[in-house]
T-cell receptor
Framework: NAGVTQTPKFQVLKTGQSMTLQCAQD?????MSWYRQDPGMGLRLIHY???????DQGEVPNGYNVSRSTTEDFPLRLLSAAPSQTSVYFC???????????FGSGTQLSVL | SQQGEEDPQALSIQEGENATMNCSYK?????LQWYRQNSGRGLVHLIL?????REKHSGRLRVTLDTSKKSSSLLITASRAADTASYFC?????FGAGTRLTVKP
């Protein structure tokens, strides 16, 4: 099983550029979420979704948009990249109830 | 804001020794989970303990939970070099900053 797949693995952007980080899961999980991981700060929740058509904000949503048109996909959009968005981004999914999260392998993003 | 905070931030031990990591949290919880992250990889779920449980085992892992102190501990017995990783506690999808464990062969 593929599990949670994130693309790309690495990305370099210039300030002001936009891009979409892709996340797909093949486990039919209703719950999906995006985190960013910065050194010494653990993971912080950006946005999450409890099912197709439903999204909500996490701790640090500013500068990011999400949509959930299908159960499988949960893309994260950076509208106008800023150096403060340099981070490693992780997508995760789980069964309803969200007890055990399954993580993708991450996208390392650098904004210059 | 982070819900859990791990202690210590870093831990270095010899192979065969036990490793203990602690987690404190702020609000009431339904469950607490521990995850492991190898360098450059995503997190992997290790164990979940519910608020009405005090101790749980899984292989060489032992987790305890003290809801009165809002704290949990993760014990890895007979550590191996392959246990070298960062370990995170999480409650309600909120993670601490992690403990970086190094096991020297």
């Amino acid at each position: 099983n593929a599990g949670v797949t994130q693309t790309p693995k690495f990305q370099v952007l210039k300030t002001g550029q936009s891009m979409t980080l892709q996340c797909a899961q093949d486990m039919n999980h209703e719950y999906m979420s995006w985190y960013r991981q910065d050194p010494g700060m653990g993971l912080r929740l950006i946005h999450y979704s409890v099912g197709a058509g439903i999204t909500d904000q996490g701790e640090v949503p500013n500068g990011y948009n999400v949509s959930r048109s299908t159960t499988e996909d949960f893309p994260l959009r950076l509208l106008s990249a800023a150096p403060s968005q340099t981070s490693v981004y992780f997508c995760a999914s789980s069964y309803p109830g969200g007890e055990k999260l399954f993580f993708g392998s991450g996208t390392q993003l650098s904004v210059l | 804001s982070q819900q859990g905070e791990e202690d210590p931030q870093a831990l270095s031990i010899q192979e065969g020794e036990n490793a203990t990591m602690n987690c404190s949290y702020k609000t009431s919880i339904n469950n607490l989970q521990w995850y492991r992250q190898n360098s450059g990889r995503g997190l992997v779920h290790l164990i979940l303990i519910r608020s009405n449980e005090r101790e749980k085992h899984s292989g060489r892992l032992r987790v305890t939970l003290d809801t009165s102190k809002k704290s949990s501990s993760l014990l890895i017995t007979a550590s191996r070099a392959a246990d070298t990783a960062s370990y995170f506690c999480a409650t309600d999808e909120r993670f601490g900053a992690g403990t970086r464990l190094t096991v020297k062969p």
